[in-house]
């Protein structure tokens, strides 16, 4: 029996990447497509300007669009790429109606009992579900992945916590298809740097202490150390690269730091979504690099390289599969896997 799975937001720069990762998936099958009441009562193919470089799945491609309302989705599971503005209400619309809502959307990350997970870094934090559900007495639950800067940062810095982690400052570069597709369209970016990107800094300098911190049952400990965060955008279709300099109490070597990002290998039991490497660590002095190492892993890697005195390292991942669809289908398959489906 497959998991039926919903998409609300189908159509957008997430959606799409939503559509591509459950398209052929072994355990989901794709069973509602909803969007806005532009869209709703439309076929597929005829609402959404299909941007991907693989064709549109056929079976997807004459589904009606349903608006997001849970009375006329079909599915156990939704898979939310939402502006975040309008996920607050929807989110939890669906969730009360029994669903489980697996958000790419921001507007539940930070709420204490809402697991903010990265399967690699804190499965654990799935626990926070029934916590949850005991709170607001909802059927359903919602679950949480990182903003998409902050996904790539903390699976690099998860295993360097033993080393004592007291303070990460990060530089973003940042692509376009992060904006959706009223971004792509601003590809007239090109030529240019942009030093603002929504609150996107705030969201980098909050969430990864929840990410690292330790749930003890009832609650999650922040993790304590300092993080600052400047985000810009750049002319980039996909791809987010980071430079990072980190201070630990240990002071590690840069080889130290090489080899512990090479022994990062969390076990999560054969996730059909989950990478053979989750950090792809690189030795030539001018990588990673957007158009060199987006898809390995079929997008799901987190390429490092640069490992400097200092320390400081740049990362580079899929900014709308690794983090964003991919990111909530890989939390979605752990909530299978751990019989909360
Ligand atoms: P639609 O295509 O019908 O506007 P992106 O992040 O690429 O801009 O995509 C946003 C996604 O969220 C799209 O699927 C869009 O659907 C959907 N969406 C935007 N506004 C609403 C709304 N008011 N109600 C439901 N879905 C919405």
Known sequence: EPIRAGILGATGAVGQRFIQALADHPWFEITSLAASERSAGKKYKNAANWRLDEKLPDEVADMEIVSVDPTKVDADVVFSALPSSLAKTVEADFAKKGFAVASNASAYRMEKDVPLVVPEVNADHLGLIEVQQDNRGWDGYIITNPNC?????????????????????????????????????????????????????????????????????????????????????????????????????????????????????????????????????????????????????????????????????????????????????????????????
């Open 149 to 341: 800067s902050t996904i790539m940062l903390v699976a690099t810095l998860k295993p360097l916590m033993k080393f004592g982690i007291q303070n990460v400052n990060v530089a973003t570069m940042q692509a376009i298809s992060g904006a959706g597709y009223e971004g792509v369209a601003s590809m007239a970016i090109l030529d240019n740097v942009i030093p603002y990107i929504g609150s996107e800094e705030e969201k980098m300098e909050t969430e990864p202490l929840k990410l690292l911190g330790e749930f003890n049952g009832s609650e999650i400990i922040d993790a304590d150390f300092k993080l600052s965060a400047a985000c810009n955008r750049v002319p980039v279709m996909d791809g987010h690269t980071e430079t990072v300099w980190i201070t630990m109490r240990d002071d590690p070597t840069p080889e130290q730091v090489r080899q512990a990002f090479l022994n990062f290998n969390p076990h999560l039991g054969d996730l059909p979504t989950e990478p053979d490497q989750v950090l792809i660590v690189r030795d030539e002095p001018d990588r990673p690099q957007p158009r060199l190492d987006r898809n390995m892993g079929n997008g799901m890697s987190i390429s490092v390289g640069r490992i400097r005195e200092g320390i400081r390292y740049v990362l580079m991942g899929h900014n709308t599969i690794r983090g964003a669809a991919g990111a909530s289908v890989l939390n979605a398959e752990l909530l299978h896997k751990q019989g909360k489906l």
